[in-house]
């Protein structure tokens, strides 16, 4: 059974040639901001539009934790514990913010 398509939404290209996702793909590609999305150009010339999963690491981070883990290695005598006393101030500190981790930011967080 071959699947047909028909344009379920449409975006106008701005003169720099950029667009917003419409609203039905962005769900429907579980697409959030800063997200990268892949095109893929098909032999008869339709183009298929797809969420590309960020697999890649950040290079200045990688190079970051190599260097705290190899500091760690050579040099354990420099780690130490928090007191109880900071864990208690940040504890107070943070007590009354909730935070919901997989909430998208609002436009005025960013």
């Given at each position: ?13 701005t ?18 901001k800063?997200?990268?999305i ?73």
């Amino acid at each position: 059974m071959a699947l047909t398509s028909t344009p379920c939404s449409e975006s106008t290209l701005t003169d720099r040639y950029q667009t917003t996702i419409p609203e039905p793909v962005r769900k429907a590609l579980v697409l959030n901001k800063r997200d990268k999305i892949g095109y893929s150009i098909q032999s008869d010339g339709q183009v298929v539009i797809s969420r590309v999963d960020q697999t890649e690491s950040d290079p200045i981070l990688g190079k970051f934790l190599n260097f705290i883990a190899q500091d760690i290695e050579k040099n354990p005598q420099h780690l130490q514990g928090i007191s109880s006393d900071l864990v208690s101030r940040v504890k107070s500190l943070v007590a009354e913010v909730d935070v919901d981790l997989d909430a998208p930011l609002s436009d005025e967080d960013e």
